[in-house]
């Protein structure tokens, strides 16, 4: 058992929450059971080392039997030490440290997909989580991060997927430009979600969602830029029928998604 919240080893651990860190191993930190459990089942070879407290594991049987499964052996390691490697202020007992498993945007537009998130200069790691969290549950094919959107390796990105980034192909660092023009060359129609775009009530009368579709989502302040705005095929916004000045990008983005899904399916 680990039990030094000061070893070498929980330090190393504990880095993971910085960016330099994650970019020089290529690992990061998946905090809680439903993390733990997820990437246990759906990417068995990413997982590194798994640690759990005694108490934990004994609450959460199934997560044993996933890490024998996949070949794992959980490390077990006291309070004090989960906490010390932890991002987490209050943390459930369970950490894994994972491998990076991103995609290119050449073998995601290769599948030829029917439903893409593009995040462009996405900054807030909450919004970027749900967002990669709806497109999971949207039945999107991938997610693709451009330009300086945040690391989707964050713990607070991590955290607020719920496990999803295991469940679909993600891509990171590419430029929108590139992402437009493979979207086109896939025959994907690029639409932007923008609050200068058209009524997404009259796009959904004209059918224009219910073919493949790449949905851009911009910064949380700015929106997306006129040039990005000028490379896509259509710039869509959603109708506020109450008084709300506005809706968070994570909720508008999940709207966009689930309106391409439902179209997709009619």
Request: glycine share 8%; net charge negative; with cysteine.
């Amino acid at each position: 058992m680990l039990e030094n919240p000061r070893s070498p080893r929980v330090r190393a651990v504990a880095k993971l929450a910085k960016r330099n860190a994650r970019d020089e191993t290529g690992l990061y930190l998946l905090e809680g059971p439903q993390a733990v459990r997820e990437g246990l089942e759906y990417a068995p070879g990413a997982i590194v080392d798994l640690f759990v407290t005694p108490t934990a594991l004994e609450r959460h049987g199934d997560i044993r039997t996933l890490a024998t499964d996949a070949g794992v052996e959980a490390e077990y390691v006291t309070e004090q030490v989960l906490s010390a490697m932890a991002d987490t202020v209050t943390p459930q007992g369970v950490l894994a440290v994972a491998r990076q498993t991103p995609t290119s945007v050449r073998e995601i537009f290769a599948g030829e997909p029917r439903l893409v998130a593009i995040c462009e200069e996405v900054r807030d790691p909450g919004n970027l989580g749900t967002i990669i969290r709806a497109a999971d549950a949207a039945g999107a094919d991938a997610v693709i991060l451009t330009g300086r959107t945040v690391d989707p390796h964050n713990p607070k990105v991590v955290r607020s997927t719920t496990g999803s980034l295991f469940h679909l192909p993600y891509a990171v660092g590419a430029a929108l430009p590139d992402v437009i023009e493979r979207a086109h060359a896939a025959g994907m129609t690029v639409i932007a979600a923008d609050v200068k775009g058209d009524d997404l009530l009259t796009a959904r009368a004209e059918g224009a969602l219910a073919g493949p579709t790449a949905w851009v989502f911009g910064n949380e302040a700015r929106g997306l830029e006129d040039g990005a705005l000028e490379l896509v095929d259509r710039a869509l916004r959603l109708p506020i029928f109450g008084k709300a000045e506005s809706l968070n990008l994570a909720t508008a983005a999940s709207v966009c998604l689930y309106e391409s899904a439902f179209a997709q399916r009619s």
